[in-house]
């Protein structure tokens, strides 16, 4: 059991998202054509107290959950032993497959691919600024935010 949560905490987590969008686009479930729209139809809807009725996509589902595990990545960096540093070099590459799927392939250039991908770079940037602060923190050499003083 151990193993299998320190595999968790060295792979970052907005690789899941990525697998299932890669393997929807990519198995012909959604084709490059009907990306957007596959995303954007209605899975389910939720009457509100207001009368409207929420129409709730594949899309804001996907969204949600994948800023849950941007969350849990980002409280995920405080720790500052060496499975944190490899778990932000494996989100800086996952952020540089982001850009280039979004830049070169069918069926990566919409909205919520580019969400993701600014959620991984994101998790890039928090991950290292969060860890340097850590890390300063608990050696006891902070002079200020992030060493600017």
């Known amino acids: 059991m151990g193993r299998g949560l320190s595999a968790l905490n060295i792979i970052p987590l907005l690789v899941f998202p990525l697998i299932l969008y890669n393997f929807v686009v990519l ?4 084709t490059p054509g009907n990306v957007s729209s596959w995303l954007a139809g209605p899975i389910f809807t939720v009457g509100m107290f207001s009368g409207d009725a929420w129409g709730v996509s594949f899309a804001d589902v996907f969204m949600g959950l994948s800023l ?9 960096s405080t720790r500052t032993d060496a499975m944190s540093i490899i778990n932000h070099g494996l989100s800086m590459l996952l952020a540089v497959v982001c850009i280039i ?3 070169t392939m069918n069926g990566f250039s919409n909205s919520v ?4 991908t600014l959620m991984t770079i994101l998790d ?13 923190r608990d050696f006891g050499a ?3 935010i992030a060493g600017t003083h």
């Open 113 to 116: 691919f580019f969400m993701l």
């Open 101 to 103: 799927q979004f830049i």
């Open 142 to 144: 902070s002079g200020g």
């Open 27 to 30: 198995t012909g479930i959604a």
């Open 68 to 76: 849950l595990l941007l969350f849990v990545e980002i409280v995920k």
């Open 124 to 136: 890039v940037i928090a991950g290292f600024t969060v860890t340097i602060v850590a890390a300063k």
